[in-house]
């Protein structure tokens, strides 16, 4: 005999086996389990567009900030160096 928490896992996992078995062995419960897989993966595709949509537009919301922070960095660079110049 094994040990006691390996044999008890056994124990569950016979069980979990056995209910397993004896739901899939009607058609009608195969039949409501491939449906709900079916719509499951459906639901799945749906989220996986629009996660992929809002990270498009959080991209393209942070690649503008990005651009407008970048000209006036610039345009600020151009006034430091005119004030440097003037004061030479």
Same mark, same amino acid.
């Given at each position: 005999?094994?040990? !006691?928490?390996?044999?008890?896992?056994?124990?569950?996992?016979?069980?979990?086996?056995?209910?397993?078995?004896?739901?899939?062995?009607?058609?009608?419960?195969?039949?409501?389990? *491939? @449906?709900?897989? !079916?719509?499951?993966?459906?639901?799945?595709?749906?989220?996986?567009?629009?996660?992929?949509?809002?990270?498009k537009?959080?991209? @393209?919301?942070?690649?503008? @900030?990005? *651009? /407008?922070? /970048?000209s @006036?960095?610039?345009?600020?660079?151009?006034?430091?160096k005119?004030?440097?110049?003037?004061?030479?």
């Amino acid at each position: 005999m094994g040990k !006691k928490s390996g044999s008890f896992l056994s124990l569950l996992t016979g069980i979990a086996l056995g209910a397993a078995a004896i739901f899939f062995s009607k058609a009608e419960n195969r039949d409501k389990t *491939k @449906k709900l897989a !079916k719509e499951t993966v459906e639901k799945a595709k749906v989220e996986v567009n629009k996660a992929a949509t809002k990270a498009k537009v959080v991209t @393209k919301k942070v690649t503008s @900030k990005g *651009k /407008k922070i /970048k000209s @006036k960095i610039k345009s600020d660079v151009k006034e430091i160096k005119k004030i440097a110049a003037a004061k030479k």
